[in-house]
């Protein structure tokens, strides 16, 4: 039988990394294409012993069905930790757990964009986001971004170009693949411009707890006087990506038309991840958590930006990331730059060629993405030597 | 700020079971409008022996990111288990975990279905299917069922006055809310029509592992020569509902789509839930569970049906379930449904009016839906008694 398929999904391409992802998970390959946390930041242990405590005390909690909004005592805890410390919340704003920050790209194109409609989004992007846009069948307008984030001038330039766009898509902080932040001045424009245009913004921010340097900044939601930011967090990145718990914080007019499209979804989020975060998060040192889990991080980075630097440092341009899991690197204008991945996989070094995160999927790229928490120490030191070699090949 | 949503999502209401479910999750209430397993039939000490070694001896597969496709042992085994037991897969198919069954339904719209095609559906049939479907935007046709199953009459009257319809819903075994299993015949011949229209079949089956009593009859899948079938599986009625983990298996080529789709809904399905599922049906006997829980739902439910016929024997029609969760009851023509329904919730009985399950959401119903593995025994028998009386008084 031929088998027709929706117009959004029948020209839907898998997601390059994930496909990159099932490649380099054969043995041999080092994983600089992933974006998997440091196996060990994983906090294996305490979700060990609050895992054993739900199921002896609560195993019924843990199995039966539950709300579609999320478990409430979790929901009540990250209202008030938004709050108090990210400043995150208003009295028109709800919170609701989703299966991880990745259902809120899903939900929000759901519940506000027809067939058609435009999105605006930092070029280059998660290529996870572009795709959950793109399987709505949305327009995709990318803005060009600096060292510091969306160029404004160009953002003005589509709003003005698509004043019918339904949201602005961007990570303000340790931006996926390029690694930059946004400074605090644009992500006041950002937001200025949103409001001036009447265009919502999706804000996503996986990366935020990552920090390991520098000041952190204030998240556009932290901003959001007017009721006009979408705001994606996850546990993912500091607790466990496997569980697949997320939430976002919104408008409630908006959340609640998610929560009836989440229903239709998935019925609720595994309540059992719900509440492993729910009991992380209060009866056990988080903070502390977070720190550690920086440290590590901190660590991978500064040795893989050391190894770039020493072997194929005369060949890239990087901004030396503050957090986040990836290095951004830029190759001559001569070079060809899939063709240098290409070279680099084929001596079992995996990258992702910056072409897989342009809005415009015709588009070209001098760019490609390194991932240091997947990958062992050893990998790490091993992966840049060969990277050194075969940038020394391919691009005397 | 005023919201502008989505075509299909403006007029999306949240599902009527869904709203009952939170307003009679509260004290006092009789849950009879629910659909939870028993908690008395969710193995916990089981589970809670497999997490407890899922957690000492290899965490970080728990806590990790995994592949969309899902957990590739319990694939395989899921893929050996379906094709041993239920004759169900063949050479083009293909098997996925999914974040429960209800994701099937959302993946299954998504792929197929642009907005306005149609969709043939049992009416009445399980509302968070609908409401899937809804949420695209599509038309549904509803075809009227007999004691045993869709009417095959007005199914081949539907597919020829809807030509292009992209599939047919059907829950043939135990249907929900009616309860019904749909006869071998008709199995049959839905499956001749579809074949004859060009037309596919999304076969959900959540609970033909929970039969009690009777012969067990082959899925419309185990009949698919032809590629035509997507069926839908789930672990929630048998293990747990609370770890959202279901299945598909369905032609490679819409799978493969399904795949893309899911990749940008949720990344993967968590995968602690999967290594569960896993370990309870490969270390385990997964059978004589299914067993027990069989007892439990086989006593709970004559306890309900003898009770019913004490207590409103003479007000209604109902055939008396093999399986499945539900009574579906049938209130004399004269007799206001939703009257009654109102009444008894008045008096802290909930039951979910036929309407709610209606394809077109204008239609009437005589029918009300009973659920009986979410009570108690005592709740069972107060809840009765008490739509005796409310019966009594508002039937006179």
Chains 1, 2 share one sequence.
Request: proline share 5%; aromatic share 10%.
């Amino acid at each position: 039988m031929e088998y027709k398929f929706s117009a959004p999904v029948a020209d839907l391409k898998p997601s390059a990394i994930r496909e990159i992802l099932k490649f380099t998970s054969m043995p041999g390959y080092i994983p600089f294409a992933a974006g998997n946390p440091a196996p060990e930041a994983l906090p294996t242990e305490t979700v060990a012993k609050i895992t054993a405590d739900i199921m002896l005390n609560r195993p019924v909690d843990a199995l039966q069905y539950s709300v579609t909004e999320g478990y409430v005592p979790l929901r009540n805890h990250l209202k008030e930790y938004m709050k108090q410390k990210h400043n995150i919340g208003r009295e028109f704003d709800e919170l609701i757990i989703t299966t991880g920050a990745q259902q809120v790209m899903n939900l929000a194109t759901m519940v506000l964009c027809n067939r058609g409609d435009t999105i605006i989004c930092e070029n280059p992007s998660f290529i996870g986001s572009l795709n959950a846009f793109r399987s709505f069948g949305v327009n995709l307008v990318g803005v060009d971004i600096d060292f510091d984030g969306m160029n404004i001038e160009k953002l003005e330039a589509a709003l003005k170009a698509n004043p019918d766009a339904r949201f602005i898509y961007t990570i303000p902080t340790f931006q996926n693949p390029s690694g930059c932040c946004m400074s605090v001045e644009k992500r006041k424009a950002v937001y200025a411009l949103a409001k001036k245009y009447g265009v919502l913004i999706l804000e996503d921010n996986p990366y935020s707890d990552t920090r390991f340097r520098g000041e952190e900044l204030p998240t556009i939601k932290s901003m959001d006087e007017d009721g006009i930011v979408i705001y994606a967090g996850t546990f993912s990145k500091v607790i466990s990506p496997g569980l697949r718990v997320g939430f976002t914080v919104a408008p409630a007019a908006i959340v609640q038309k998610m929560v009836v499209c989440k229903q239709t979804s998935d019925v609720h989020t595994n309540i059992l991840g719900q509440l492993i975060c729910h009991d992380f998060m209060t009866k056990y040192d988080y903070e502390a958590h977070l720190d550690r889990n920086r440290e590590v991080y901190r660590k991978k980075c500064d040795l893989m930006c050391g190894l770039i630097d020493e072997h194929i440092g005369q060949y890239v341009e990087y901004v030396r990331p503050e957090g986040g899991l990836f290095v951004w690197l830029k190759l001559p204008e001569t070079v060809d730059m899939v063709g240098f991945c290409t070279e680099a996989v084929n001596n079992k070094v995996a990258t992702v060629p910056g072409t897989a995160f342009c809005a415009d999927t015709t588009a070209t790229s001098q760019s490609f993405r390194m991932n240091y928490s997947t990958p062992t120490d050893e990998q790490i030191v091993k992966g840049m030597e060969i990277l050194g070699k075969v940038a020394k090949d391919y691009l005397k």
